[in-house]
DNA sequence: CCAGACTGATTGATATGTCAATCTATTTTT
DNA sequence: AAAAATAGATTGACATATCAATCAGTCTGG
């Protein structure tokens, strides 16, 4: 299967210029001569700049909803639900680095995708979450004096964080970053970051 | 003597639109429209809407850095320093949504902010945390066996998630939910969140 | 021969930034 | 104290540029 297809063209095209542009000053023009062809055939498959742009987005959303769903109704250990899901974003990372760029700096927090829809989305991924720490409350891994949604903000926070970070800076991962930033995010989350014989005063 | 002077008026117009409508989507006549001034006069006040933009976003950045430098340096206990980091961002909240609004949706991961200025900015606020976090180590009071920017990464991507969600969700903040978030945040960040009896096996 | 792929010039809407003119308040001159 | 001069605030129409989207037409494989 010859992947000449100029729709998947135009889509990679649009992935690279949204990036390296933002979606704001990204010009159709842009992404017809990224991709090597006229002006009007991206309109030909596209009926507006915005529909291009949806259609990268949802692509995201299934993904990420996907996987989620499947940690959700995995019988590993709890554990590694956790470690699975921070993996899940930095194999797409690696993998593509475009989409997850346009992730955080056009969607996720982007006024621009404000819309109804696109806070449907955003309760969405952080439901699923949400019930994956429910439920490591339930087998009494996770603490339960704290709401699975506190934990779930933070957990997702952390992991976007260090997203946001190689996003900002262009940086690679590799085998061994990978492997540091799973365990760090794990340690701390898990763990907490003050030494253990440290007490903890009430606040 | 009441400040109302007309520039005043516009950079508070400015703020408002900014965030109900975003950087792309606000219109300089909207911005005249709201402060009640003629479309002029903002342009008499500002030489571009960049400028007017950069002005709101710079009062941010000062008043973070203070708030960091100030912690740095103060002898309070160290877990002390960590609650007040995290407050300012809740009161600055709640004194100033439109201006958190902005920072999160505009600023924060938005590549329309995406300048080696802007960069520099989130280098300089991170460099700041970082040197708290370090304190913490030295005193023996954080564990050492991950890196400050790691543990940089995962307290701001916390607290940015919090308030991330109560920026979309345009909720407000009372006493008691301010309690109970510092509480969240500093407890998981500090102590972990699996219960205190389960081991962590090795990754 | 025709359906759908493809082209790129043109259109039309929109928004920034300019500018010449007017108004208002304060200071200077007579 | 009135008049004149000056500076700055304020106005909104408009010139200009920018793009998204359209459209009339050409090409090509089956």
């Known amino acids: ?25 990204t010009r159709m023009a842009d992404i017809a001569r990224r991709a090597g062809v006229s002006y009007g055939l991206v309109y030909h498959y596209f009926e507006s700049k915005e529909v291009l742009f949806d259609v990268i987005v949802e692509g995201w959303w299934d993904r990420l909803y996907q996987m989620l769903k499947d940690e959700r109704q995995s019988d590993s250990a709890f554990q590694k639900k956790l470690e699975n899901i921070i993996k899940f ?12 760029s346009i992730f955080i700096t056009e969607v996720s927090r982007s006024s621009v995708y404000h819309t109804a829809r696109g806070l449907a989305k955003f309760r ?9 720490m429910a439920e ?12 699975p949604h506190y934990l779930t903000y933070i957990f997702l926070g952390a992991i976007e964080a260090f997203i946001s970070v190689m996003v900002l800076g262009k940086e690679a991962v590799n085998r061994e970053r990978k ?6 995010v794990i340690q701390v989350f898990l763990c907490g970051a003050k030494v253990e014989s440290n007490p903890l005063p009430a606040l």
């Open 1 to 25: 299967m010859v992947k000449n297809n100029k729709q998947e063209i135009i889509v990679d095209a649009a992935l690279e210029v949204f990036r390296d542009k933002g979606y704001a000053n």
């Open 89 to 100: 974003f930095l194999d797409m990372y690696a993998e593509k680095p475009n989409l997850l």
């Open 124 to 132: 969405t991924f952080f439901s699923l979450t949400e019930d994956v």
């Open 136 to 147: 490591g409350q339930k087998v009494g891994f996770l603490r339960r004096d704290i709401g």
């Open 179 to 184: 492997e540091r930033t799973i365990n760090g």
